[in-house]
């Protein structure tokens, strides 16, 4: 059996060989990404044939904190959603080959904590790479991004370590109160109804906080449209893609666990829809492309926090497919708008006219994008809303339902956008550059795996079945 | 395990101390200065050596009535030795260049003595050297720092009375002055609570505690860069060393076993007033020194979180931290003190410090983030470690505003950190080697020792079970 240490140690090693080399920097990145999804799919197969995996190293003794990682079903879908998103964004994200070192740099630095944290065993591990997490998408919006970058990344530093510090008291708490001072994760689940309640809701009311700030939802969200539209094409990619699914994951684990959760769940889903529907509301308010974007990940991420509230099975197994389905398509959409931005110089929504006629492939991919995320059969999409909503029914009956309709606004309004600047020929936008033939297997390798899962999803769903969703 | 080093080793360590103090004396003579300095630098390292192989061997022994070796001194002596050789190193190319260096080897014997301290003699001739030989290197960069180095001298005079009435109230009890006897005969007096007092004001002052810390961002945004790095790294570790010595050997039977909880519930107040009033004054700072030394003031209240929970953990914790943060904030220092003599001071001015140099920008911000507490580095391991020995001593209070702190912390570093990463037009510079070398030992603990703490975390926990059984 190889070590799962071994998913956080190969970016590591390649974030000190990249550190220590000036050049390739590029070659690195893509290379550590790519190793990464290997063991990634390698290690989604052997949870699939033989059940989760749970490997502890000594770490502190003195305070009984081991280094515990475990590759459960939720785990594994995300961390190899993660790793097409890394991979993809290795070789595909930099269009224009800016700062090329500091990127890969960053990618690097990222590509460890994302692995680190999804497979984490304890809320210790889960801390540490939460925050790696953080750290690395601050410098890709700082360093790296448009013109209000640095508005952009205090606010999004703040938000986020305000989330990581509720997320620390809520651990200290669990320390604080758990039998034998333990941290796991997953054994926590039988222990936390020996805590009084009033702890109990305290810890899950500071957990759904700052997971709340991170996923986003309504009305701790204002960090993200900022930051998500003044950061690199990779950096909106990995914080879009992979950043807010943190918080999804930590939801589910802190459902999944708590017992408590259930009598907070029913407000939540309320929340949630609300959030959905004001984000949809929101996004028809935008004019540049990439806010647009940035918006529908508040609406998608608004839907998986209403599914996992629903609190059945099913609806949260459509919580972790909605994730890995939303995780790919924003990254295929950002990918694009990159592109479209690289190509005419212009996101602006009003000045762009004829973008499939400049370009065809990035066109058709974000057309494509908005046909998943609208949830179009024989697409991920597509059973992620189907298995979200028959869980919303099941839950909540036929207002389990209703946040179905955020989507077809959200959907209308994207098909609007479609018309007016890639498909209204009349005085085209003259395209300024063109796009390699990296970006283009960007395009590929993303939609592949959105029809793999679109056509194939017992492949996911398996995994969950046979696993619960933790 | 003991026969493997010699029985007089402490007096080896004194004896290359006083050669210390012997070649600084030459080099202030002599016009060829680099040699003796390099010399001075490689006698630094051997004592550090020395210092950590008695740790490693398990070395005890008392000696001359006055100094005693076990681990809890071994190891603080051999850190902050390495921190002084960092301090070295980094005014390796500064005038005055003898006074420096000689001054500094008087820094070193006061840390011999108040790490070593057997009786409380030591301990206070020890401050005193340190302190005053701080002082007149201050003065010695000429008389412009005329202001800082009198502050300085006062506080510490002040600071050095409070001591000794202090310790004025303990003799009647024992007047052999052992820290040992002390604590066995003067046990549940009345008289001795007083003294406790007094001596939480006077090592306040030094350890910049939080009601008598307002002389610290005047004193190290007045003295140059490296003598702020000297005290912020050094001065205020060995008041540290001086209050762990002080409240859990001499007092070990008053507040802490017993029924009253005394020096808990001081230290209690102390950590989170300091950490309190450090980060909220930091908020609004515009010149980087004095947002540093706010900022290493409520550093200090982390470190009385362990104090204040008085456990094994606890005093591993904060020995623990004391070592992280003097290696943060001397490499935070070394990089500071190398803008300054490039006339850079003001946050303002830190702004495109990533086009100047980009090593200096990068090893800022990953010593900034340690200090606010970001994992896997050393400051969020030691932080951790802190809280979990408040949870264990029952006090999720203080945990809990502990983390707070940490996140008021980050608001002020991640401002700097903007600022250092904007693009500007500006000159490329270039630090010496000297500084680049001292960063980067500086960078090599925080990142190795957070993300493996047990490397240090082992033997601090050898070093508080000297102090705490």
Sequence with gaps: MIPLLLMIIVPAAFLAAAAAFKSHPKELSVSSTFIGLILAVYFFLSVMTSGSIAQSYNYIPALNIGFSLNAGSTSMILLLMASIVLFVTAFAGNVNREKERTASLLLLLFQAGVSGLFLSGNFFVFFIFWDIGIIAPFFMINILGSANRRIASYKFILYEIFASALLLAGIILIYFYAPAHTLNIYSLSSLYAQMPLYIQETIFILFFIAFMINIPVFPLHTWLPDAHSEASTQGSMVLSGIVTKFGGFGMILIFATMPVARSFSYYIAILAAFSAFYAAFLTMRQSDLKRVVAHTTIVEMSIVLFAIATMTNIGQSGAVFGMLSHGLVVALMFLSVGAIEHIFHERKIDMLRGISKGAKFTAYAFLVGIFIMTGVPLTSGFIADVLIFIGGASAFGIYGIIPLFSLIILGAFMYLVINKSFFANRRATPAAATIGISQKMGYAVLLAAIFFFGILPFVALNLINSGGVV | ?469
């Design chain 2, 1 to 469: 395990m003991q026969q493997i080093l010699p029985a007089g080793i402490p007096a080896i360590l004194l004896v290359l101390i006083a050669f210390m103090v012997l070649f600084s004396l030459f080099t202030l003579l002599s016009r060829k200065r680099r040699i003796y300095k390099v010399v001075e630098i490689a006698a630094v390292a051997l004592i550090a050596i020395t210092s950590f192989s008695m740790l490693l061997s398990g070395y005890n022994s008392n000696f001359l009535y006055l100094f005693q070796a076990n681990a809890f001194s071994e190891l603080l002596f051999g850190a902050l030795s390495i921190g002084i050789f960092l301090i070295l190193l980094i005014s390796f190319d500064s005038e005055p260049q003898a006074e420096t260096a000689m001054f500094v080897s008087f820094v070193m014997l006061g840390l011999f003595m108040v790490a070593f301290a057997y009786s409380i003699i030591a301990i206070i001739v020890g401050l005193e050297f340190v302190i005053l030989s701080t002082v007149f290197m201050i003065l010695s960069y000429g008389k412009k720092y005329l202001e800082p180095a009198l502050k300085l001298f006062v506080l510490g005079a002040i600071s050095t009375a409070i001591f000794v009435v202090a310790l004025a109230l303990l003799l009647p009890y024992d007047s052999s002055l052992s820290l040992v006897g002390i604590a066995a005969a003067g046990a549940g007096k009345f008289i001795v609570g007083l003294s406790l007092v007094l001596f939480v004001a006077a090592l306040s002052i030094e350890s910049a505690a939080f009601p008598f810390n307002l002389w610290v961002p005047d004193v190290y945004d007045g003295a140059p860069g490296n003598v702020t790095a000297l005290m912020a790294g050094i001065n205020k570790k060995v008041s540290f060393i001086a209050i762990l010595e002080i409240f859990l050997i001499v007092f070990a039977s008053y507040g802490i076993y017993g029924n009253s909880q005394l020096i808990s519930q001081a230290f209690f107040l102390i950590s989170i007033l300091t950490m309190f009033f450090g980060n909220l004054v930091a908020l609004v700072q515009k010149n980087i020194k004095r947002m540093f030394a706010y900022s290493s003031i409520s550093q200090a209240g982390y470190i009385f979180i362990g104090i204040s929970a008085a456990t094994h953990l606890g005093i591993e914790a904060s020995i623990f931290y004391i070592i992280a943060h003097m290696f943060m904030i001397i490499g935070a220092f070394a990089i500071v003190f190398w803008l300054e003599t490039k006339n850079i001071r003001s946050i303002e001015e830190y702004a495109g410090l990533k086009d100047r140099n980009a090593f200096a920008a990068v090893s800022l911000t990953i010593l900034m983030l340690s200090m606010a507490g970001i994992p896997p580095l050393v400051g969020f391991a030691g932080k951790f470690v802190l809280f979990s020995s408040a949870v264990y001593a029952n006090d999720i209070i203080l945990a809990l505003i502990g983390i707070a702190n940490s996140f008021l912390s980050i608001y002020y570093y991640a401002k700097v950190i903007n600022q250092m990463f904007q693009t500007r037009e500006v000159k490329r510079i270039r630090p010496g080697i000297n500084i680049i070398a001292a960063v980067t030992i500086c960078l090599i603990f925080v990142i190795a020792v957070g993300i493996y703490p047990q490397l240090l975390l082992g033997w601090a926990s050898t070093a508080a079970s000297v102090l705490v059984h």
